[in-house]
Each structure stands twice: as C-alpha cells, then as structure tokens.
C-alpha cells in the first residue's frame, strides 16, 4: 500500500486543526481570529520548521481552547528533536498558556487554574511522548538495516579470508613443487649447454634452459596473482574497472562526490586495485560513520597514480559491532605487491582518510 504524499498529510492536519476552531466557537474577535489562523496555517511549517510552527500555536493556546492545533505541533516537534529539555519546555509552555485565564481581568478560582494546568500538562506530553516513540522505532529500524549489512560484509570476509587461505596453499605448492623441478631442469639444461662439444645438442640445452627460465618467470607471475587475489571472492568473476566505478558510487547508498579522473590504459591490477579500495572505503564509511559524506579523488602525474578517499564527521553514532579488520589489511597487501603504497587514519576534522599510490 502506498503512503499518501506529505503535502496531503500537511492539508489533512490543517483541516482537522480548522475543524477544531470551528467547533470550538469561541471565535469572537479579530484577535483570536489571528491566532487562531496562525495556529492553523503554521502547520504547514511543521516538517522543516517544527519550533516555529510549534511557537505559532501558543497564542491560539492562550486565546481559545484548542486542542488540534498545539498537539499536531508538539508531535511535530517531538518526532523531529532529541532535546529532552526543549520537549519538557513546550509542555510546560503549552500547559501554562491553556490554564492562564483570559481576560487578564477575568475572575477564575485559583482551583480551577491549578486543575487546568495538571490537565493541560497531561493532554501536551501524550503527543510528545508519541513522536518520541515514532521517532525511536524509525531510528531502531535504521540501526537493524546497518547491523544486517555489516553482518553480510563480515560473512563476505570471512569467504574471502577462506578463499585467500586457499589459494595461498596453492601458490605454496606450485612455489615448492613446480618451481623446484623446473629449477632443477634450468640448471641441468645450463651445464649441458657448457659440457656440450656438439653444436646442435648445445643449441637444445641453450633453448632448454631459456623455456626454463621463461616458465619460472611465468610461475612467479602466477603465485604474484594468486596472493593479490586473496580473499575476494569477486576474483573469479569478470573483474571490475575504471568505467564500473560510477555504478560502484550510485549504488553506495552514501552521498559521495566524485573528482579527477583516470585514463582507460592503466594496467588491469591497477585498476581493479582503485577500485576495490574506493569500494571498502565507503563500505566502511557506511558502517562506522553514519550520516557522513564522502569524498573520492582520482590523480595522476608522472609516474604515480591513485586514489583519496576521504569522509566527513559522521551524523549520528555508529552500531558498536565486531570486526576483523581484513578489508584495510588486504588493500595494503594489494598495493605493496603491485609495488605501491596505501595508508589509512582519521583526518583534523574527525572524519576518515584513505590513500592508495600505485607506480604506472
């Protein structure tokens, strides 16, 4: 089921708060007809200014005995605040303007003040106390949806650290196994090319030990990778790019501004590289800096290129959750094996840096 559109709800409220004047009927003067008209139409305000329409409110309190107008207000205002003391203030505030007589010449007994003015404080906290609530269960349900990603980032992790145990394991044995025979045929291959007298077995040892060699450097090549893979599951499916890091920025959920730009040619590690520092980084925003914004720079000059992220203070407390803290880990690992540098830490204005520089 749809909701309806805010300016619908805002019209509807206003009505009723009408309604109520109108039925009150005591609407006798050009004055309480003012406060009453502002009391009504600040409401209109409620949403981005709820102090001011909840102000508005308080001469129809003291004027007329409404009751629509100041409780829509105090909702407002209790719905859209934190502040304890402010909220215990407009109670007080609207109990006193309800309960003082008017006329300022008009005899009421001191009882019947009194009993309007505990009346009146009842009738003002309910509303507060409703937006207190609605505004909690709104805040609790934001907290599940952060602790329900982060568990889904830590279960991520924890695959990703399986898999990098994996293929280290494999890297080892292809390093231990396979580079030690094939070390053992370059040498082999290498005295043969010396100890030959005939000039075609020499030529065959010679090109024995060049394919030798040739194998050993791709070997290496490929223990290099395997390690550089570690723990990103990602790694066996088409890798990500530079033209894929617009979509990684849309879908972040974080409001993030993106500068510089990269060219097309760098090397294929390198860019899976920035990317997957750009993603951890706002994962992390994301989970430890609610409500913050962030910042991604891409640069270049001579022969450095990379990537800055870096993030605003955050907006509300963070979910206090465990962490394994592989995500920093493995970006450092990728970047001194591609033969660059990463470093991490907390900026001037309690926000988050972030900073990788690879070689080109």
Not at 32 to 49: K, M, Q
Not at 237 to 252: E, F, G, I, N, V
């Amino acid at each position: 089921m749809n909701r309806l559109p805010p300016w619908l709800i805002d019209l509807v409220l206003v009505a009723i708060a009408v309604a109520d004047v109108l039925a009150d009927g005591e609407v006798t003067s050009r004055a309480e007809f003012a406060a009453a008209a502002i009391g009504c139409a600040a409401l209109l305000l409620r949403r981005h200014l709820p102090l001011l329409a909840f102000a508005a409110t308080l001469p129809a309190s003291l004027l007329l005995a409404v009751l629509a107008a100041p409780a829509i207000a105090l909702y407002s205002l209790a719905e859209r605040t934190t502040n304890r003391a402010l909220l215990c203030g407009s109670v007080l505030v609207t109990s006193i303007a309800v309960s003082t007589p008017w006329p300022p010449g008009e005899s009421v007994a001191q009882r019947d003040i009194i009993t309007t003015f505990a009346y009146s404080l009842a009738w003002a906290g309910a509303p507060v106390l409703l937006g207190q609530l609605v505004r909690t269960r709104r805040d609790l349900s934001a907290r599940l949806v952060e602790i329900e990603e982060a568990r889904d980032h830590e279960r991520r992790l924890h695959a990703q650290a399986v898999l990098a145990r994996e293929r280290a394991q494999i890297g080892r044995e292809m390093h231990d196994v396979v580079a030690h025979q094939v070390s053992l045929i370059a040498v082999r291959a290498g005295a043969l090319q010396v100890a030959a007298t005939d000039a075609d077995a020499a030529e065959a040892a010679r090109t024995i030990r060049r394919l030798s060699v040739d194998t050993l450097d791709e070997l290496r090549h490929m223990v290099t990778l395997l390690r550089a893979a570690g723990g990103q599951s990602t790694e066996l499916t088409p890798q990500p790019t530079l033209a894929d890091l617009r979509k990684l920025l849309d879908s972040s959920g974080i409001r993030v501004e993106l500068r510089g730009d990269l060219p097309d040619e760098l090397s294929a590690p390198g860019q899976r590289t920035v990317y997957r520092t750009v993603q951890e980084a706002l994962t992390n925003v994301r989970k430890h800096a609610p409500g913050a914004t962030a910042t991604v720079e891409l640069w270049q000059d001579g022969g450095h290129f990379g990537v800055t992220v870096t993030n605003t203070e955050p907006t509300r407390p963070a979910v206090p959750l465990p962490s394994s803290r592989h995500g920093l880990v493995g970006l450092a690992e990728r970047a001194e094996l591609l033969g660059g540098s990463f470093e991490s830490g907390p900026t001037a204005d309690r926000g988050y840096r972030v900073a990788l520089r690879l070689p080109r």
